[in-house]
């Protein structure tokens, strides 16, 4: 029985779900608390009591301790779990709840001091004996200095923010003239991100993996490692791919890892989940890259291969009870991945997206199964927080049998409404690099041929399917009245018509003939026989008859497009309809147009500025990512459409350019 018994989470999300199903379970009263952009949000009704604490960004809600303080002594809590991301780290906000009699759930606050800054953890590593990466972890933060140190370094190096994590406020630099450019970019997204702007200079290591280490402690002085997990699969210095344990590693190796990683916990008197992060060179050394002291995105993971429940370790830990095992009694069984799927644009260097999830349509959870969500269909991503939609997490007997529970898994997951990374993480399970665990840091800019392959029309069947999709929905008519119906019948004869079809910048034309059970179809001059099985035309999901071979078709009309799912992947096509008039179009986003909605954070040119091609003349910010717009050419900047702060949509006009005339 724990000494509390009601718990608040000062979290949002996924995470937030996710905890309150642990809180829930052990009979612990939940309460929530929320922006104003999440007064509908999943969290808040995964809870018991729900309270609202400001406007619409983090830092007008989720980031402020005296909002969350104030809420929590309202509403009766007695524990604050904190989650990952916005104050899980901050050593203010957990001596604040230690004022106010508030059990903090998580490490004390010097632990939480002693690591957020990654210069002084480094050197409080060093003294603990654990390896550091080569680099300058200091005070001095003088550009000019810093950029001395870049160079006594050797290029390429990684700028990375002191107080940071998730990738934010970090860039590699590969040449000297590109240094002072991304110095300014990580210390403005250091300071967005953490309120802190300091950053550190490291030696960048070719072809690394990035391996973390999970570890616990209670107050008893017990201290142990729950195996490790590989992150190595990044875009933007963010994890996309995690898996557990890490491919090749010997017991050997873990057993080194794991008593650095519990040295280092030591070492600042450590209380709950932690992790430690390695960067591991080809040749299996690994140095410390620095110590998260709260729960990370990717634990479960580690919870499907060692089958504990890491929250409910949290808040028993923060009851000051023991550990329920010693080192000795850790398991690991078989194997988990993780994917994060996320609105964004892969195609578009995954820059972010916003928008009202359409449809929505997962894989069934099981005991093989697992996803970690706060968002359903008709729920809005927002460009306030993090774009990640679900973690889809799967184990395995083995790393085969994983990855190919993750790719059936993956197929069975369908999203419109926003850009989303599954097709992406399918090609990605599926490249031979992942497949055959040749795993580092730079997988996704090595494996660029496979991940982003040349845009290519449908196959036949997609149009096929898509067709009949559209006849479908004319037959019933779109509102599911037959007078809305326009599907050419006729008294006394066999009705028929063409279907044109586009997908991209390829257009197709199809005829139809309606039969008594269906339609014959004709495509390239070859006639095709189609029916489907029973079921109401408007329905999203239908059986698929084509010459005799049934397929399974999920077929969503949104937008003025058909969103057609079969075969394990999902292609978008657009009916041109000669009976409706053709909304007009817009000039779609261009390189100097905002390419996603977002703020914008800083100008660099000056009215009538000549620029030369690739010249950096704004940056956007959205969901915590930066976004430089360049020159496309050589030419003349005129003017700013925008102003530093202002909020702009996607294919926002931003800069008045004029290119420089061809020679």
């Keep these: 029985m724990l000494p509390y018994t009601s718990l608040m989470i000062a979290n949002r999300g996924e995470i937030a779900c996710r905890i309150a199903r642990t809180a829930r379970r052990l009979g612990l009263r939940t309460v929530a608390v929320f922006s104003d952009a999440d007064a509908a949000a999943r969290h808040v009704a995964a809870c018991d009591v729900a309270i609202a604490i400001g406007g619409h960004t983090p830092a007008e809600s989720y980031l402020r301790v ?3 303080i104030d809420a929590a002594r309202s509403s009766g809590a007695q524990a604050i779990h904190p989650g990952y991301g916005f104050l899980s780290e901050n050593a203010e906000f957990a001596e604040h709840c230690q004022r106010n009699d508030l059990i903090f759930v998580g490490p004390p606050a010097a632990a939480i001091r002693a690591m957020g800054s990654k210069s002084a953890a480094k050197t409080l590593m060093e003294r603990a004996g654990v390896p550091l990466t080569p680099g300058y972890h200091g005070d001095n933060q003088d550009a000019r200095f810093l950029q001395h140190e870049a160079g006594r370094l050797g290029y390429p190096v990684l700028i990375k923010a002191s107080a940071g994590g998730g990738g934010r406020g970090m860039r590699r630099v590969d040449r000297p003239a590109d240094f002072a450019a991304a110095l300014a970019s990580c210390k403005r997204e250091a300071g967005a991100s953490f309120g802190d702007e300091r950053v550190l200079v490291e030696k960048y290591l070719l072809r690394p993996r990035h391996i973390e280490i999970q570890v616990f402690a209670d107050t008893h002085g017990h201290c142990l490692y729950l195996g490790e997990r590989d992150c190595s699969v990044q875009r933007r210095h963010q994890k996309v791919l995690e898996e557990a344990p890490a491919p090749g590693m010997t017991t050997a190796r873990r057993a080194a890892m794991g008593a650095a990683a519990v040295a280092a916990a030591s070492a600042v008197g450590y209380v709950g989940a932690g992790t430690v992060e390695f960067i591991v060179a080809p040749s299996g050394e690994f140095y410390f890259m620095e110590m998260n002291t709260r729960l990370q995105v990717e634990h479960p993971v580690t919870e499907m291969i060692t089958g504990l429940d890491l929250v ?23 194997h988990a991945l993780e994917a994060r799927i996320y609105a964004e644009d892969p195609a578009r260097d995954f820059l972010p997206s916003i928008g009202r999830l359409d449809y929505l349509a997962t894989p069934e959870p099981s005991e093989h199964v697992r996803i970690d969500t706060g ?14 939609i679900a973690k889809l997490i799967v184990w395995g007997a083995n790393r085969d049998q994983a ?35 040749e795993l580092d840091t730079a997988l996704i800019e090595r494996e660029s041929g496979w991940l982003f392959p040349a845009v290519e029309p449908p196959p036949r069947d997609i149009w096929l399917a898509a067709a009949v999709a559209t006849l479908r929905r ?9 007078w809305d119906t326009s599907d050419g019948w006729r008294l006394g004869a066999r009705a028929q018509r063409d279907l044109v079809l586009r997908a991209g910048a390829v257009t197709m034309s199809i005829g139809v003939q309606y039969l008594a059970t269906g339609w014959a179809l004709t495509v390239d001059d070859e006639v095709v026989t189609a029916s489907c099985g029973p079921g109401a035309a408007l329905d999203t999901d239908f059986s698929l ?10 077929a969503v009309h949104a937008g003025g497009r058909i969103h057609v799912f079969m075969n394990g992947r999902r292609d978008v096509l657009e009916h041109l309809d000669p009976l409706t008039t053709a909304a007009a179009t817009t000039t779609g986003p261009t390189g100097l147009r905002a390419p996603m909605p977002g703020r914008v954070i800083a100008l660099f040119a000056s009215p009538g500025a000549e620029v030369p091609r690739g010249a950096a003349l704004l940056v956007m910010e959205a969901m915590k990512i930066e976004h430089t717009i360049v020159a496309p050419s050589a030419g003349t900047l005129r003017s700013y459409k925008v102003a530093v702060g202002d909020q702009v949509g996607e294919g926002t006009e931003l800069v008045d350019f004029v290119p420089a005339p061809s020679k």
């Excluded at 009851?319 to 850790?330: C, D, H, I, M, S």
């Excluded at 004319?474 to 037959?482: E, H, K, M």
């Design 474 to 482: 004319i037959q019933t008519g779109a509102n599911g009245s037959p």
């Design 66 to 68: 005296d909002a969350i």
């Design 545 to 554: 008859m084509l010459d005799g071979l049934q397929r399974s078709v999920t």
């Design 403 to 437: 990855l190919q529970r993750m790719r059936a898994a993956l197929d069975l997951y369908r999203i419109v409404g926003v850009a989303n990374n599954v097709a992406f993480l399918q090609r990605l399970i599926a490249s031979p690099a992942f497949s055959h665990a």
């Design 312 to 334: 409910e370790w949290q808040l028993r830990v923060a009851a000051a009870e023991p550990l329920p095992l010693t080192q000795e009694q850790v398991v690991l069984n078989g």
């Design 375 to 388: 968002v359903g269909r008709g729920d809005q991503i927002s460009p306030f927080y993090d774009s990640m």
